[in-house]
């Protein structure tokens, strides 16, 4: 049993790590490989893997939007998100499409933080790229009365809410500290806080106390944003798991087994982290 991840680059996915941890864990006799593609032969790559005996592949970075074109089946889940990122090889060699990251979105949040609903209130999440786009399907799907969007690029969040539908409202960046006030759920989406880049500004004063943080940043896994949140007293959950949690699917189609999200997976994980 094969599976793999096609990327361009593809060397710094921790993809491998994990379906290798979990593999070993459950004693499934499989492997699952780094596949470099090139954007320029990725539909060649992904028609090629019935044929070289693959059960299916992740997508990522820069291949997702591409793969919902060249798949031969598409949930409606991934068709709404523009992206897929796992690709199941069907009995009859047929190319089914997903996209887990809204599971593992609120799989995350339901892991970390078990009393959080999604229907407590109003959402705001911050960014416009294709993590917002997981982001705010899944808030939605979960029962998110509304969504406050905000991103730097106004019209890139305006052209995202329009795609998605639903109550998405746009705010303008530099509002977008007004928008907290009533809000139950808060979702840094953007790059900023990660590694070098400057950290997220961010006023969280109007936030209500109960109000879940989350960051999809997971380098380093306590964000400023992050860390000023704890400090003001609110729940909040880090990124790393949303990585770890949208793979699950994804094994459990290609392998059998639904695994789980573990410590002991996320310390060797953040072990690979570190290289
Ligand atoms: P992904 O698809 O992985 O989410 P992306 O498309 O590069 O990644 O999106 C990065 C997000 O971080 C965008 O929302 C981007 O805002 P723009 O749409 O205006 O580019 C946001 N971002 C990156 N650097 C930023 C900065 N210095 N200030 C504010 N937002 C920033």
């Not at 109550?167 to 977008?176: E, G, K, L």
């Not at 989350?214 to 007293?233: E, F, N």
């Not at 573990?262 to 953040?270: I, Y």
Request: glycine share 12%; charged share 15%; hydrophobic share 45%.
């Amino acid at each position: 049993m094969v599976a793999g991840v096609m990327g361009w680059p593809i060397g710094h996915s921790l993809s491998p790590r994990l379906h290798g941890y979990w593999l070993k864990h459950h004693g499934i006799d499989g492997a699952y490989v780094p596949l470099s593609v090139h954007p320029d032969h990725f539909r060649e790559a992904l028609k090629a893997l019935p044929k070289l005996g693959f059960r299916g592949a992740n997508v990522t970075v820069p291949h997702k939007e591409q793969a919902l074109a060249y798949v031969d089946r598409v949930s409606d889940e991934a068709r709404r998100m523009g992206a897929v990122n796992t690709v199941v090889v069907e009995p009859d060699g047929r190319l089914s499409g997903s996209n887990t990251d809204a599971f593992g979105f609120i799989a995350n949040l339901g892991a970390g933080c078990p009393q959080w609903t999604a229907s407590a209130g109003p959402a705001v999440v911050l960014g416009a790229g294709g993590a917002a786009r997981a982001v705010c399907t899944a808030l939605l799907d979960a029962g998110a009365p509304e969504i406050q969007l905000s991103n730097r690029t106004e019209a890139r969040a305006r052209s995202m809410a329009a795609d998605i539908g639903g109550p998405i409202s746009v705010v303008p960046w530099d509002q977008r500290h007004d928008a907290l006030a009533d809000a139950a759920t808060l979702v840094n989406t953007t790059t900023l806080g990660m590694v070098g880049n400057p950290p997220l500004t961010l006023d969280l004063s109007s936030l209500p106390r109960m109000a879940l943080v989350t960051d999809i940043v997971y380098r380093p896994l306590m964000t400023p944003l992050l860390q000023g949140a704890k400090a003001h007293g609110h729940p909040i959950v880090d990124g790393l798991g949303m990585l770890l949690h949208q793979a699950r699917p994804g094994f459990a189609a290609w392998f059998g087994v639904m695994p789980d999200v573990t410590e002991a997976l996320r310390d060797f994980v953040l072990g690979a982290g570190s290289d």
